[in-house]
């Protein structure tokens, strides 16, 4: 199975941008969507942004919507987060997934791939 590796964490002050990126050394399935999630030390991983394999549906979580956006790159596995106007509650681990999806999904066990995190830590 493809792996996936994430890179672009770092620390940032709050109001900063700061983008990640997710790249797959091979190709998993078909038609692959793509996800992003977060963690913290302690706390549930909580689902970021979502799309579509053909890239043309997103979702987001409410608490990033407007600030943060997705997008990947055409017939391959691999995706980007845009991170805008970043709050130190955006501090977490963030993991990149994909799995064999028609559409962007929010539930992380529909993911059969994932990454081995990044961390982004927001100061304020």
């Known amino acids: 199975q493809a792996h996936l590796v994430e890179s672009g964490g770092g620390m940032v002050q709050a109001g900063d941008s700061l983008t990640l990126s997710c790249a797959a050394d091979?190709?998993?399935?078909?038609?692959?969507?793509m996800g992003w999630f977060r963690q913290g030390s302690g706390k549930e991983r909580e689902f970021v942004a979502a799309?579509?394999?053909?890239?043309?549906?997103?979702l987001y979580a409410d608490s990033v919507q407007g600030r943060f956006s997705i997008s990947r790159e055409k017939d391959k596995d691999a995706a980007y987060l845009q991170m805008t106007s970043l709050k130190p509650e955006d501090t977490d681990v963030y993991y990149c997934?994909?799995?064999?999806?028609?559409?962007?999904?929010?539930?992380?066990?529909?993911?059969?791939?994932w990454g081995q995190g990044t961390q982004v830590t927001v100061s304020s």
């Open positions: 799309i579509s394999w053909n890239g043309h549906s997103t």
């Open positions: 997934a994909s799995g064999p999806l028609p559409g962007p999904s929010r539930v992380s066990g529909r993911y059969d791939n």
């Open positions: 091979g190709r998993t399935h078909s038609t692959t969507g």
